[in-house]
Structure formats: C-alpha cells, structure tokens
C-alpha cells in the first residue's frame, strides 16, 4: 500500500519562508512513510492580486527547481499544488500544478481550466480572469497512487472535466486548494447560504452542511458492530477521532436509530473544539494549529 501525504500550511506574499515551511512539512511527510506528497494551490505565495506579475515564475524558475530536488532527494511522487507561471497570454499568468516524479522529472504540468469569476448576492465581486488565463489541456498521468487526474480549487465545480479524467483512464483526483479546511468550509457555507446562487446553479453537496453526508458516516459505525462476535455487541464504545460534530453525530444517529451503543468518546488533537464544548459549554471558533492529522484540524 502506497501512502499519500495531504500538506495544509498558511502561505503569505513572503516567498522565502512560504517554501521554507513546505520544505519541511513534505520532509516531515515522507519521514512518516509518504511516498506521495501534494501541496496546496499557490502555496509558494498569497498575496495582492496586484502583485501576481512580480510573484510569477517559469515552470524552471526556482521554486519548482526546488521541490523537483526535495522529490529527488526523498524518493517521492511530489504534486506541488500549483504556482503562478509567467507566460500567459493578454499579461496574464497561469495558475498552474507540476507533478514531480520519485527521478525529480516533471511527470505532468496542468493549467488550471476554470476560474473564479463570480457574483455573490452579498455584493462580492471575484474576477479571477483579470489576472489568470485558462489552461486548454485535461490531464491524467500514471503515479504510486493511481491513474491521477489533475485540477485545481475551483475545477471541482465542473463535472464534465472529471468525466473527460475518468475516461482517460483516471480513478484518483488530485484537487489542491489554498488555506484550511475552516477555510474552504466557510468557502462552501457562503455559497449555499446564496439560496438564489445555489438555485440558479443546481448546487449540491455531500459534506458537513449536509445531513446525506453524515447518514452515509453512519453505516460505517453499523458496519464496524456487525463485525464484532455477537456474543459481543452489548455494551459496546466507540472512541472516535474528530474534529468537529459530523463523525460522532453520524455515530449519534445510528444510536438513535437502534445500534446498541453503551457511549462514545470524542477523540482530539490540539484542535479541541469538541472537547471545549463538552466540558465548558462553550463553542467558539480558535485559530487552527496544524497537525498530522488535517482532517481533525478544524476550529469552527
């Protein structure tokens, strides 16, 4: 079995310790076993659309010249999440991802397709095609995990490339997208809070805002009773590593809905927000601190 790294990190307009920290977190990866590692998109920078020609760099330029070396030097498929690539047309840059192979090769480069160009009803405006141009190319390459098909952030909105993906033969979907999972939760929130957005585009999700979600998280908590000797299945405890309320609420309503479960224990990291909950009462948003457990790095 191959295992996969997920890198969440903070960038900020300052390159130098943008690459100094994903340097270390895919170092810190493949220490603990990864043999592919992705970053998030622009990880190398994030700051004033104004700014995006002075940040961009050729796909040889050095920050890519880096981590082609780090994929090298750790034996590693290495999908660096995407940069801004000088060249575009109209002034413009690319928003783009390089996927290193374990030689440090470039084993596929993608442009992102789509781009964010919205109007949400609170009088937001996002025009991300003022200064990103589209990539025109669908692309699917052989890795250590799978036949995966790149895209970036906001190419999750369109199912057709994912159809073209799947039949190129792709059955993993690499989608790196900048910032926390607060933030891409907050992201979502936002725009199925714009009902007349939602309606207008057919939105749907399966995720946290979701009860299809949580039922789905359900049968894994029958499943796991089903498996136990029946002589077994009284009394029984789940612990549950979580971050916030979906995992233990799917658990819940099983329990609910018949599953003789004795009690549940929440299970956290230094993202305690359950378990501030649970014994003060009070439930309030704190600021993430990153774990190697990203999926329970979660504070709202």
């Known amino acids: 079995m191959t295992m996969a790294a997920a890198i969440q990190m903070t960038s900020t307009g300052d390159k130098a310790p943008n690459v ?27 700051g004033n659309k104004e700014d995006f020609d002075a ?3 050729p796909i040889t330029g050095p920050t890519l010249t880096t981590f082609s070396a780090l994929a090298k030097e750790l034996r ?17 840059v690319y928003n783009t991802s390089v996927l290193f192979g374990p030689d440090g090769q470039t084993q596929a480069v993608y442009r992102k397709m789509h781009l964010f160009d919205v109007d949400i009803q609170d009088g937001s405006v996002y025009r991300e095609s003022t200064k990103v141009a589209p990539g025109n190319d669908v692309v ?6 799978g036949n995966v098909g790149l895209s970036i952030c906001y190419d999750l ?24 999972f607060d933030d891409a939760q907050c992201v979502v929130k936002e725009v199925f809070g714009d009902t007349a957005f939602a309606a207008a585009h057919n939105l749907s999700a399966v995720n946290s805002i979701n009860i299809a979600r949580v039922l789905a998280q359900s049968v894994y908590y029958i499943w796991a009773w089903l498996r136990l000797p029946e002589n077994k299945r ?8 979580t971050g916030n309320f979906g995992n233990v609420l799917a658990g819940w309503l099983a329990h609910r809905m018949g ?30 601190q990153p774990s190697h457990a990203p999926s329970m790095d979660i504070q709202a």
């Open 76 to 92: 590693i498929g290495l999908l660096a999440g995407s940069i801004l690539e000088k060249g575009a047309p109209d002034n413009r």
């Open 259 to 288: 599953l003789p479960v004795a009690s549940f224990r929440v299970a956290t990291n230094q993202n305690d927000i359950l378990y501030r909950f649970f014994t003060s009462g009070e439930y309030r948003q704190g600021d993430v």
């Open 55 to 57: 940040a961009a760099e």
């Open 20 to 46: 100094e920290v994903a340097t270390r977190l895919v170092r810190e990866a493949a220490q603990h076993g990864a043999q592919w590692v992705t970053l998030p998109e622009t990880f190398f920078w994030m």
């Open 234 to 241: 009284e009394h029984i405890e789940f612990v549950v590593p």
């Open 157 to 180: 909105r369109f199912p057709e490339l994912y159809r073209a993906l799947v039949d190129r033969g792709a059955n993993v979907f690499a989608i790196p997208v900048p910032g926390t």
């Open 140 to 145: 699917m390459t052989p890795t250590l995990v």
